[in-house]
């Protein structure tokens, strides 16, 4: 707009140059003309500013990010929390699959009066299933088991025996004394088939 501007002053210098050597006349009235123009530039308004562009709102942007350094922190705290976190040992099987009877026992028992004794018969449970073979291996456990058996019913009294409880302790104290002497047999269960208790 400015080289605009320019370019009519300088036309009509030229056409002020020319008429001023033609007549007086002529050259005033450009003059007059030229300054109106002049005038009425300097009056225009300036062209504004092209106003800045509006500044977009970063907010979301703010937002995602937070979300997603929030949604990292809380993943890596769960991964370190699961890495920490021993797993569940896994329960040894209490599956029985097979069965081994034994003969009755008749022991004495710790009694005042000398005369109580008990007459059981006992079944175990094995974790083993059972195999034609296993007859043979199963009478070579035989001595050591019912040696082991007879030592711990040796060892109740009367009393003990005549309760619920004194019965469920000594399946505990026999299955704990068989898997120590024979830990081979893997003895998952003892089954009292017969209890007779005389006193």
């Known amino acids: 707009m400015r080289h605009a501007r320019q370019y009519n002053y300088s036309w009509f210098s030229n056409l002020q140059s020319h008429l001023h050597r033609k007549n007086s006349v002529g050259c005033a009235f450009i003059s007059a003309f030229q300054l109106h123009i002049f ?27 937070a979300i997603f350094v929030i949604g990292a922190g809380v993943g890596g705290w769960m991964w370190k929390r699961s ?57 070579a456990y035989l001595p050591r088991v019912r040696d082991t058996i007879l030592g711990v019913l040796g060892s109740q009294s009367v009393d003990a025996l005549l309760t619920p409880d004194g019965k469920t302790k000594l399946k505990g104290d026999l299955l704990k004394a068989i898997n120590a002497s024979v830990p081979e047999l893997q003895c998952k269960e003892v089954y009292f088939t017969e209890f007779l208790v005389q006193h």
């Open 83 to 139: 890495a920490k976190t021993p797993s569940a040992a896994v329960p040894p099987t209490t599956e029985v699959n097979s069965v081994l009877a034994l003969d009755s026992f008749v022991v004495n028992l710790q009694d005042p009066s000398g005369n109580g004794y008990l007459r059981v018969s006992i079944d175990l449970g094995l974790a083993a299933p059972a195999k034609e073979d296993d007859k043979d291996k199963q009478a």
């Open 39 to 65: 005038a009425a530039t300097m009056a225009a308004p300036a062209p504004a500013a092209n106003a800045p562009a509006k500044k977009k709102s970063k907010l979301p942007l703010i937002l995602i990010a």
